[in-house]
């Protein structure tokens, strides 16, 4: 039997992305590692083969036990993804210091460990959105989830542990199987329903006179993307370092509308609302993933799927069928 693969966050949006593509790829040895708790988190299960799965206190006792089969590979992606997050010692001990448990239990089992870093680690911006080494520890995160990531980055970093393992910075994450996050949710999901039942959709009002209303511009990444090169840095390549993970080009809220009502058959009605309190200060203008680290030194060379592209994807395989 061929060794265990590990998905951390299994259940959750990226997970399950990456779960169903180890599947294409023929491979069910999986042990996936999440709290379903009570929700419909679960639903996302449906459809994937997988050996067991395990609550991740769980799972971190069975490592310790050393009775489990040889681990292959730790996929972790499992974190409390929630910008809006206040409580600070439930994010360094769910998003640091379990990440940092993992690691230092694959780096000596010999185990390939991959995990999610995020976007928001470069705060506004204010010093690019380079992927290089020497530009990681000037980066200042804007809110408590982006310092927890930028936290375990620092620590990777500073012990020499990237040339080992692998962190992917994801950018603006859209697709399939996010239902469950609330108002996590991206904008395409939120904005799918906002249309059906409303007709127009709302963006935000830009509080910068260098943007304009709804021009305020991110890297949207397609989760499929995202899947690909997380399971080619688990899987086929051995490089370590810390890698952005976006489509490497900015677009506009305006440009992500009008693809959404492309993809609908609608003629696009957008109308602007007041940014709300909670984002004011930590509200990002501009984001764009520096991707040529990601080819050169990561070997991953595959395009990135457009907003066009993606969003009618995502709207006919998944959204017209769920919602």
Request: aromatic share 12%.
């Amino acid at each position: 039997m061929s060794q265990l693969i590990v998905i951390t966050g299994a259940s959750g949006f990226i997970g399950r992305n990456v779960v169903e593509l180890l599947n294409r790829r023929g491979l069910d040895h999986l042990l996936l590692v999440d709290s379903l708790g009570t929700d419909d988190k679960w639903k996302n299960l449906r459809g994937l083969l997988y050996e067991d799965i395990y609550q991740p206190d769980q799972f971190l006792q069975k490592i310790e036990s050393g009775k489990l089969p040889p681990i292959r590979s730790i996929i972790h992606l499992g974190a409390c993804s929630a910008t809006t997050e206040r409580n600070a010692d439930f994010l360094l001990e769910n998003n640091y210091r379990y990440t940092r448990t993992l690691a230092e239990w694959s780096l000596a089992h010999g185990t390939r460990f991959v995990y999610a870093s995020s976007g928001s680690t470069y705060g506004s911006g204010e010093l690019g959105y380079s992927d290089a080494d020497h530009v990681t520890p000037q980066l200042v995160p804007q809110h408590m989830y982006g310092y927890s990531k930028h936290m375990f980055d620092l620590w990777a970093l500073r012990r020499g542990l990237l040339k080992q393992i692998v962190g992917l910075k994801y950018f603006n994450v859209y697709g399939p199987y996010e239902d469950h996050k609330g108002d996590m949710r991206t904008l395409v999901n939120k904005a799918y329903t906002q249309i059906k039942s409303r007709g127009y959709l709302e963006l935000f009002k830009s509080e910068r006179p260098d943007y304009k209303d709804g021009e305020q511009k991110r890297d949207f990444v397609y989760v499929k993307d995202v899947a690909k090169v997380t399971v080619h840095f688990a899987l086929d390549s051995q490089v370590g370092g810390l890698f952005n993970c976006g489509a490497g080009e900015a677009r506009t809220w305006i440009d992500l509308a009008q693809a959404l009502f492309a993809a609908m058959d609608l003629k696009p009605d957008i109308r602007f609302i007041d940014l709300p309190e909670n984002l004011r200060g930590q509200y990002q203008y501009f984001t764009q993933a520096e991707a040529a680290k990601l080819k050169t030194l990561g070997g991953y060379t595959e395009p990135f799927t457009s907003i066009e592209v993606g969003v009618s994807d995502y709207v006919k395989s998944y959204l017209e069928k769920v919602k």
